[in-house]
């Protein structure tokens, strides 16, 4: 992932932003706490690195933990 531009617009811009982020998953809301992501300030396109995916998915409903 090219963490300077955005893949949508193209905008240089590109930021590292960390918040709280609202989602939903068939049809159940869940809130991720501190996801750290890339955000452009000209479209609003959100890009997420392997880790924040990751954080996503632990934090969706329904999903169930496994141990190694």
């Keep these: 992932i090219d963490h300077h531009t955005c893949p949508t617009c193209g905008n240089h811009?590109?930021?590292?932003?960390?918040?709280?982020?609202?989602?939903?998953?068939?049809?159940?809301?869940?809130?991720?706490?501190s996801l750290t992501f890339y955000e452009c300030p000209a479209c609003g396109e959100q890009v997420y690195s392997p880790a924040a995916i990751q954080k996503i998915e632990a934090h969706r409903p329904g999903k169930t933990k496994t141990s190694a």
């Design 13 to 33: 811009a590109i930021r590292r932003v960390r918040r709280t982020v609202k989602r939903s998953s068939r049809g159940r809301s869940f809130t991720v706490p």
